[in-house]
């Protein structure tokens, strides 16, 4: 019934608490657990044939001896996806954890009592240096029982997930033609939004482990950048599937690792290379926004440097 999907890769010090997490659900239909290691330095690796050897008739690993992020990506779509056999995916970092026991059962319950509704969440718990903060969904639709039904999202979903990975579960088959395209949150969710609906529950079903995984290293100019691509490439693909909805500007995509650059010039308090970054913004948006706009020598570049410290990032 449910394919649940985990990506590893250096989790050694998480892993287990993920697993655990996924293995105490207690659901009234089979699962399949598909764990992708990226060639781990860690016991990433050792952590999982041990999990094997305890559940070998639903964990099925695969384990890579050459990381494959590096050379482009796309693990989930061009690894696990053609290898899962469940009607739902359900999706879990390996840094991150599940909470509920019930969390599957509910959702798919829910998924199989309302066809028109193509994936849900939950909502979750943010864990910073070990400590939880609760992250409420900000959408809101009709109550019924356990869920908030939402409906259609796209809107939102085209500028950014409406739900953090760990706590979706959505149809395979929905976004099967779309699955060389679907690698990314950013647009499996805008394919899931643009083809279905969606609603959450309103539990607290899972943890999302913040400032582990690349997207969280913005303090690491070369890793920000690098995710920076892989958003800018997610973009430009949604620009080509729904040409009406997402009509970025081009000169914004390009502008925003130029003011990424920015940002950090003016952390590092190097107001010189701050103002070359600032003279290659093309696009209005950018030039407008207030690091930018504010950034006039030394001194200001001071003042803003204080500021980013205050508020981390724009």
Same mark, same amino acid.
């Given at each position: 019934m449910v394919s649940v999907c985990v990506l590893s890769y250096n989790h050694e010090r998480y892993l287990r608490q993920c697993l655990d997490g996924i293995f105490m659900q207690e659901v009234s239909f089979p699962i399949e657990v598909r764990v992708h290691d990226d060639a781990s330095t860690d016991r *990433?690796?050792?952590?999982?044939?041990?999990?094997?050897?305890?559940?070998?008739?639903?964990?099925?690993?695969?384990?890579? *001896?050459?990381?494959?992020? *590096?050379?482009?990506?796309?693990?989930?779509?061009?690894? =696990?996806?053609? =290898?899962?056999?469940?009607?739902?995916i359900a999706l879990c970092e390996g840094d991150d954890y599940w909470t509920d026991p019930l969390k599957l059962q509910k959702q798919v319950d829910f998924l199989e009592k309302h066809e028109d509704y193509g994936f849900v969440g939950s909502n979750v718990f943010v864990e910073s240096n070990g400590k939880r903060q609760a992250e409420p969904s900000k959408l809101f639709g009709v109550s019924e029982g356990d869920f908030e039904l939402v409906g259609d999202v796209f809107e939102s979903a085209k500028y950014g997930p409406v739900t953090r990975t760990v706590s979706l579960v959505y149809r395979r088959d929905l976004v099967r033609p779309y699955n060389k395209y679907s690698g990314g949150d950013l647009l499996l969710q805008s394919i899931l939004a643009k083809l279905s609906k969606y609603a959450y529950y309103r539990g607290y079903s899972c943890v999302y482990r913040a400032g582990v995984g690349i997207s969280n290293s913005f303090l690491q100019e070369e890793r920000a950048l690098k995710y920076n691509e892989i958003i800018i490439k997610q973009r430009k693909t949604q620009k080509m599937l729904f040409p009406k909805d997402c009509n970025w500007p081009e000169d914004e995509l390009e502008d925003h690792g130029d003011y990424l650059r920015l940002i950090y010039a003016i952390r590092k308090v190097k107001w010189k290379k701050a103002l070359i970054c600032k003279k290659t913004l093309r696009s209005v948006t950018y030039r407008n926004k207030s690091y930018s706009k504010y950034l006039f020598g030394p001194i200001s570049c001071f003042f803003l440097s204080i500021v980013l410290k205050m508020k981390h990032h724009e």
């Open positions: *990433s690796q050792e952590i999982i044939k041990e999990y094997q050897e305890r559940y070998p008739d639903i964990l099925k690993p695969l384990l890579q *001896s050459e990381n494959q992020y *590096s050379k482009g990506g796309g693990i989930l779509n061009k690894f =696990l996806l053609p =290898l899962c056999e469940g009607k739902y």
